[in-house]
């Protein structure tokens, strides 16, 4: 039961809607964990019934994930960007344990690290400061990895004839740019 989502717009239409599910996931014979559930009400302090669980609505502040994108109710994208920088710095730091080369680190960021991160940007335009905060974070570790001194001008890094590490600013704006065109 990854990423449903049940839209309602009254709270009784919410009950039969998830009446409906539980008893379907009876029927079917489907387990479910209902301590995995979130519930997400405009309401200041709301509660629901699921698969036999009290679910209550989770803060107009808490972040939620839905389809890989982090998501709050009241539009304030503090705690989102947080995430996103932190997950990014993790997978980076576990790409510099690892015995591989200054080729391979770059393939990892420019194929896995950034392409994750552009996807949880769909709906959020990182800070310029956060960027820089991300970009420097893989760079050192790209210029650990080659063997070269922290000292080497970044340029050198985001060289397409040389090692082409992708600016994550360049493809966050790329790609709001190009669905906006759209």
Known sequence: ????????????????????????YLMAN???????????????????????????????????????????????????????REETLQLT??????????????YVINTVIIPTLKYRLHNIILPQSTCNNILAKYLTVIKH????????????MLNPYLYNVYNIWDIQLQHHITNFLL
């Open 93 to 106: 730091n576990i790409a510099n344990t690892k015995k591989i080369t200054d080729k391979q680190i770059t």
């Open 145 to 156: 990895k080659s063997y070269l001194a922290r000292s080497i001008p970044n340029s050198t």
């Open 1 to 24: 039961m990854d990423d449903i989502l049940w839209i309602a717009q009254t709270k009784s239409e919410l009950e039969q809607i998830t009446q409906t599910a539980t008893s379907f």
């Open 30 to 84: 489907i387990q479910i964990n209902p301590s995995k559930s979130i519930f997400i009400s405009n309401s200041a302090s709301s509660t629901t019934q699921f698969f036999n669980s009290m679910l209550e609505s989770i803060p107009a502040s808490q972040p939620f994930k839905f389809l890989g994108c982090w998501f709050t109710l009241n539009n304030k994208h503090t705690q989102q960007i947080k995430i996103i």
